[in-house]
């Protein structure tokens, strides 16, 4: 009798099946070379890496030695600590790492535009991150034609 009055409780749903673990990344034996290449884009553009970085890693030897090797969370942060920042993924691949390369190329010809005066309307952010320094040299490049067309003529000197 009294069946008909009791609520009836929605079917609460299954909860969603936990995502796959992500494979650990690895590190090759190229890792080093690649990481070596990323200190010293970083020294040009005149970051203090005895300062800002950590030493190398203690595996890196398994790495020289031609062994590749599974890095841990541990061992992903060392790598940061040692790039000054800089995300260890931007290491672990060619293709990674010369997109890095690009970006911090990129920050040292802001900066030497900056130097010069030609200052963009957006953020440094913004451009670092939407263009290579390639297209930052071509747009100063620009930027110089168009200041040398629209500058006053120089006076020649004993005129």
């Known amino acids: 009798m009294f069946a008909k009055l009791r609520r009836r409780r929605p079917a609460t749903p299954a909860p969603p099946p936990a995502p796959a673990p992500r494979p650990a990344p690895t590190a090759d034996p190229e890792l080093p070379a ?11 553009a005149g970051l203090d ?57 990129a ?11 030609i200052v963009f309307g957006c953020s440094p952010a913004s451009i670092i991150r939407e263009t290579s320094a390639a297209n930052l040299r071509q747009m100063a490049a620009i930027a110089r034609e168009a200041d040398e067309e629209g500058a006053p003529p120089t006076p020649r000197p004993g005129a």
Not at 34 to 44: D, H, I, Q
Not at 107 to 117: D, H, N, Q, T, Y
């Open 49 to 105: 890496l005895a300062e800002r970085s950590a030493a190398e890693p203690a595996w890196f030897s398994t790495l020289r030695a031609g062994n590749t090797i599974s890095l841990s969370e541990l061992q992903q942060q060392e790598l940061t600590d040692h790039l000054a920042g800089i995300a260890a993924a931007n290491a672990l691949d060619d293709a990674a790492c010369a997109r890095a390369l690009d970006k911090i190329e």
């Open 34 to 44: 690649r990481v070596a290449r990323l200190r010293t884009a970083l020294l040009e």
């Open 107 to 117: 920050i040292v010809v802001l900066g030497e535009l900056r130097a010069e005066g």
